[in-house]
């Protein structure tokens, strides 16, 4: 079945630091890929998306390219802040109606100053 | 405008009790979805609901647990007969149309049941 596997946390970075937290999927068709934030006692909160094959999605400094050749949506970003400190799930969902989202375990990051 | 609520935010519960959760949607959404997170883990599919219609109640996982959706805005999630496995934070989202839209979560509601 649809899947989505990313890297294990926890993710410790000193501020300004580069970010990469790894994500892969399985699906059947073309997904539309996701990146959710979940900042600590806050709802999930979508941080960018990416629809079809080689779409970048980005937002807030964030960057993640939809690979289909290595059925990767890799997140990145330049410089941490402090305030990126939360949960990052992976999701994916194949668009038909009312497919629900596929989640990844998520990966917690936290940046210290 | 505002955005999707549940109510409550916090709920505990003795085992055999149940339980009604509450989800108000973005005004105007088609598409709500239930979904299950236990800790550490990622959100898990419950229900889907396209206006009152219930079309996919395929993850949830015993017939304890029953939606309806019967105006086609406000939902309610219950679960009859709480058992301990069923402590978990349980999100509501909501999405405008049915394909390719992006869902918008609520805060969840964390069930805790002792």
């Known amino acids: 079945g649809d899947s989505v596997t990313q890297m294990e946390g926890p993710v410790t970075l000193s501020e300004e630091a580069f970010l990469t937290i790894n994500c892969t999927y399985t699906?059947?068709?073309?997904?539309?890929l996701f990146w959710y934030v979940q900042y600590p006692g806050e709802g999930l909160q979508l941080l960018l998306k990416?629809?079809?094959?080689?779409d970048k999605g980005s937002n807030k400094g964030f960057e993640a390219t939809y690979r289909k050749e290595t059925t990767s949506f890799h997140l990145e970003k330049g410089s941490v802040q402090v305030s990126d400190s939360a949960v990052y799930f992976c999701?994916?969902?194949?668009?038909?109606?009312?497919?629900?989202?596929?989640f990844g375990k998520g990966t917690t990051l936290s940046v210290s100053s | 405008g505002a955005g999707v609520s549940q109510s409550p935010r916090y709920k505990v519960a003795k085992r055999g009790q149940d339980v009604a959760l509450r989800c108000d949607p973005i005004?105007?959404?088609?598409?709500l979805f239930w979904y299950q997170q236990a800790l550490g883990q990622g959100p898990e599919f419950l229900t889907y609901?396209?206006?009152?219609?219930?079309?996919?109640k395929s993850g949830l996982p015993s017939d304890r647990f029953f939606a309806e959706r019967p105006e086609g805005s406000v939902s309610t999630l219950k679960i009859q007969r709480t058992q301990q496995e069923d402590s978990a934070v349980y999100l509501c989202?909501?999405?405008?149309?049915?394909?390719?839209?992006?869902?918008?979560f609520g805060p969840g509601t964390r069930l805790l049941v002792l």
């Open positions: 989202a909501s999405s405008l149309g049915t394909v390719r839209e992006t869902q918008y």
């Open positions: 699906a059947t068709g073309y997904p539309s």
């Open positions: 990416a629809t079809k094959a080689d």
């Open positions: 999701a994916l969902s194949v668009n038909q109606a009312g497919t629900a989202l596929i």
């Open positions: 005004s105007g959404h088609v598409s």
């Open positions: 609901f396209q206006n009152e219609a219930q079309l996919d």
